[in-house]
Structure formats: C-alpha cells, structure tokens
C-alpha cells in the first residue's frame, strides 16, 4: 500500500518537471533567436564609425529632426534605414597641398608674379568646445557649413586657403621674397586668419608651409640686375666713405708731422736759449768770482800793509829777508855782514818805507 502511494506520488512530479524544463528550453530559445534577429538587424541596418574617425548622426523626420550635436565615438551606432543616417568625420592629420601642376600665382606690389609651393596642415575638431582661448566648432558645424564628403571639404578649404594665401602675400614686392624675415611674416599672418576664419566652421588649422617660390626667368635676371645695382651702390658708397676716411688720415698723419718738425725747432730753439742763458750765468759766475779773488788779494795786500807799516813789521821783513838769504845762491856781496840781521832790517824796511811812500805819492 504505501510502496503504491509513494509511486503515485512521484508521476506528478515528475510531470511537473518535465513541463518546467520543455518551458526554459523554449524561452532560452526565444531568448536567443531575439537576440539573433536583434544581431542581424544591427549588422544589417547599423553602422560602424572607424577609429581615427568620429560619427555625426542626423535624424531625418520626427522629434530631433536634424543634425545631433554629440559626436559618436568609433565602434557600432544603431542607424535606421530612412529615418537615421551617421556620417563619419576623419581626426587624422590632414595636408591641403599646393604644388605643381596646382602652384599658386602670387601678384606681388611691384606687378611681377611668384609661383608658390604650400601646404596647409590641419585636422577637424572632434567637438564643439574652447581650445587656447578660441571658441571652435564641431563636426556637425562642418558639415551643416561645408558639407558631408571629403571632395565638399577639400574643395571648400583649397578655395579658402587660396584666397588668403594670396591676400597674405601679395603684400610683399619681388625683392621681399628674397628675405626670410618679410616672407615668414606674411605667411604667419595667413596663418592666422586661416585659422580664425576656419575654427568656427570645426577646422583646426595646425600650420601654413611655404616650401618653395619659384621666378620667371625674366624677373630673375631682372632681380639680379636690380640686386648687383644696389651692390654696385653700396660698394661706390663705403669706397667714396673709405676715400674720405684715407684723406682724414692722411691730413692727420701730414698735421703730426708738421706738429712733430715744429716742436722739434722749438726744441732746438729752446735748447740754444737754455744753453746760451747757461753760459751766461757761468760768465756772471766767473766775473763774480774773479771779483771776490781780486777783492781778496786786494784785502790780503792791505792788510800785510797795514801789518807792515806797524810795529814788529821790521820782524816779519826779517823773516821774509832770511828765507830770501836761504834761498841765494853764488854772487858777491860786500860792506855787508851777513849776520847782522838789525842792519838787513832797517835797510829793507827803509828801502820797503821809501816804496811804499813813493806809490803813495804816485
């Protein structure tokens, strides 16, 4: 009895579980066929934005008609036929090139022409936004603006580029070519208004080249005669500056040796004049000091006069008398004793007295 129960029970059961498990097999297959068809469909009517690429989806009819300001990053974006359409945009490093046969003509001040090779490097913002300061557009601004192809952008862009490439250097003559400085310039200041007139239209001017300006044989030679005239000039001019320069030398170098000869008499002149005013003063010296010998021995005699003419001269005329006496030598002497030396005395002082009083008279 109870083994029959036991079997009874478990047949419900076990169709009971039998239907759970026929329904979660049915409903993982419905699962998975809606998610198969929601794969095709997506493969089919979906679109995938590349990388290196940005998408702008515009919406044909309905609520958001028009072009979405959100870029749409690369990967698949939903898109359906007659209704959504994505356009992609490229964010690569692009070069607007102009180089023959599409070199640009430039007019320059003096009326002749300059073949120009250029290029323009840019990229397309991804976004509306600020960069450095700048409000810029967007890829929905470039293709509201430009349009949707690269031939639309190209052909936009080349004109633009032309234009203010033109204006810009157009400013310069034929002989400002030739200077880095003046070319440079000009070429940065397309630059800028490139980027200026470009950045709201979502194009990121990044630099103007200018790789190359070429001349017609005409305006070469026409430039080289103009370049050798004004060198011909220059060199006339610093040759007539450094003949004035030798003649100022020369007029120095004659003045010095002038200046050189006349301080040369003036030294000789002034060397006579000290020489004759030296000996001059020797002379005055000499004069002076004749005078006070002369003045001296004057004294000297005076004195042996006076000495003389005294008491005790009769000694001093002794003495001299007895030197003289040493001094003789031979000879007769007579009446006269040598000895007696009183005698000599009064003999040679009367005799002196007799001198003296007679060259007093005189």
Known sequence: MAADTTSLLRGPRRARASEHGRFLTSFLVLLAMICGALAVIAFVFGTVVPVGAVGVRKIAFGPG???????????????????????????TLRILDFAPPRSLDIPTVDGTTVDIDAAVV???????????????????????NVGATDAQWSRYLSQVAENELKRALSALSTVEFYEP?????????????????????????????????????????????KNLQELESAYNKVAGE????????????????????????????????????GDLYRREKHAQGDLLVAEAKANVDRMRSEVLS?????????????????????????????????????KLAGSSTQRENSSEVK
């Open 310 to 346: 005294k008491v005790g001269g009769d000694v001093y005329v002794a003495l001299q008398l007895a030197q003289f006496l040493a001094s003789l030598k031979g000879g007769v002497v007579s009446n006269v004793d040598p000895y007696d030396f009183d005698t000599w005395v009064k």
């Open 242 to 277: 450094f003949a004035e320069a030798q003649r100022d030398v020369n007029k120095v170098e004659a003045d010095g040796n002038v200046t050189i000869q006349n301080l040369e008499k003036r030294g000789v002149g002034d060397a006579e004049i000290i020489r004759s005013e």
């Open 122 to 144: 840019y990229r397309f913002f991804s976004t509306q936004g600020e960069t450095d300061g700048v409000q810029h557009g967007g890829p929905s601004d470039l293709i509201q």
């Open 65 to 91: 008609q028009g072009l979405r300001h959100a870029s749409l990053a690369p990967g698949l974006q939903w898109a359906v036929p007659y209704y959504s359409t994505i356009y992609m945009v490229p964010q």
């Open 181 to 225: 400085g003046a070319r440079e310039a000009r070429v940065k200041v397309a630059e800028e208004v490139l980027r200026e007139r470009l950045a709201p239209l979502g194009v990121d001017v990044k630099a103007v080249l200018l790789r190359r300006y070429r001349y017609r044989d005409e305006i070469d030679q026409a430039i080289f005669k």
